[in-house]
């Protein structure tokens, strides 16, 4: 069955400095997509990033990358120059399976970042 | 452009009473809709999915049911809520099931007391 696994309940990161959220994902599928949503604290689902099973390049929207290793099955967040509007969950997502948008998500990572 | 509109944004309800979440899409036609539940602290569980009107698929048996009267709306109900029920409650939308996200509303606090 597909999971995915978020390790870091929470995490420090000082103001313009970088941070890694882990994110590691177990499926059988060999075509699925991964995808990454911030959730401040007033709730709302901010969709981030998306990476495709089948995309040779790591993704990257801006500050965010994605740092895809399809062997290791991890997709790992990437925030440059954190800003203190950076501060909320963060969940990995998968797709499973391919003609369908039905996602599972992780249990999430709380980041928080401080001046 | 695309916007998803769920309504209300808190509710507190007694144990034993019905419920009533509704979600509005606008500025699309045929989306696939979804509800799902936020327990505090936790990662989003997936209740229900339509991909089209009248069609509805649960993922987890419970006492919610799911209904796509229109196109582009779609409502979660209860008869009888249970104390299990608080949660933070989010509908999301999508048109293209390949590889686009799914985009959600700004969800429901429930607090069944």
Same mark, same amino acid.
């Given at each position: 069955?597909?999971?995915?696994?978020?390790?870091?309940?929470?995490?420090?990161?000082?103001?313009?400095?970088?941070?890694?959220?882990?994110?590691?994902?177990?499926?059988?599928?060999?075509?699925?997509?991964?995808?990454?949503?911030?959730?401040?604290?007033?709730?709302?689902?901010?969709?981030?990033?998306?990476?495709?099973?089948?995309?040779?390049?790591?993704?990257?929207?801006?500050?965010?990358?994605?740092?895809?290793?399809?062997?290791?099955?991890?997709?790992?967040?990437?925030?440059?120059?954190?800003?203190?509007?950076?501060?909320?969950?963060?969940?990995?997502?998968?797709?499973?399976?391919?003609?369908?948008?039905?996602?599972?998500?992780?249990?999430?990572?709380?980041?928080?970042?401080?001046? | 452009?695309?916007?998803?509109?769920?309504?209300?944004?808190?509710?507190?309800?007694?144990?034993?009473?019905?419920?009533?979440?509704?979600?509005?899409?606008?500025?699309?036609?045929?989306?696939?809709?979804?509800?799902?539940?936020?327990?505090?602290?936790?990662?989003?569980? *997936? !209740?229900?999915? +339509?991909?089209?009107?009248?069609?509805?698929? /649960?993922?987890? =048996?419970? $006492?919610?049911?799911?209904?796509?009267?229109?196109?582009?709306?779609?409502?979660?109900?209860?008869?009888?809520? *249970? !104390?299990?029920? +608080?949660?933070?409650?989010?509908?999301?939308? /999508?048109?293209? =099931?390949? $590889?686009?996200?799914?985009?959600?509303?700004?969800?429901?606090?429930?607090?069944?007391?």
């Amino acid at each position: 069955a597909q999971k995915i696994t978020q390790t870091q309940p929470g995490m420090f990161v000082q103001e313009k400095e970088a941070v890694t959220l882990d994110c590691t994902y177990d499926t059988s599928d060999q075509s699925y997509g991964l995808f990454w949503y911030k959730q401040p604290s007033s709730g709302e689902m901010i969709f981030l990033i998306y990476q495709g099973s089948y995309d040779e390049q790591n993704a990257t929207e801006g500050r965010y990358s994605l740092n895809f290793q399809k062997a290791r099955k991890s997709a790992n967040l990437v925030i440059s120059a954190s800003q203190l509007g950076d501060s909320a969950m963060y969940f990995c997502a998968m797709r499973e399976g391919y003609n369908t948008d039905k996602l599972i998500f992780g249990t999430g990572t709380r980041l928080q970042v401080f001046p | 452009s695309q916007t998803i509109h769920q309504w209300p944004a808190t509710l507190v309800q007694p144990v034993g009473s019905p419920l009533s979440l509704e979600c509005t899409v606008e500025g699309t036609s045929n989306p696939n809709l979804y509800w799902y539940r936020q327990a505090a602290g936790r990662g989003l569980q *997936l !209740l229900f999915y +339509s991909v089209g009107i009248g069609q509805i698929s /649960s993922e987890v =048996p419970q $006492n919610l049911s799911a209904s796509r009267p229109q196109d582009r709306q779609f409502i979660l109900s209860s008869k009888k809520l *249970l !104390l299990s029920d +608080s949660g933070f409650y989010l509908c999301a939308w /999508s048109y293209d =099931p390949s $590889n686009s996200p799914l985009h959600f509303g700004n969800g429901t606090r429930l607090t069944v007391t």
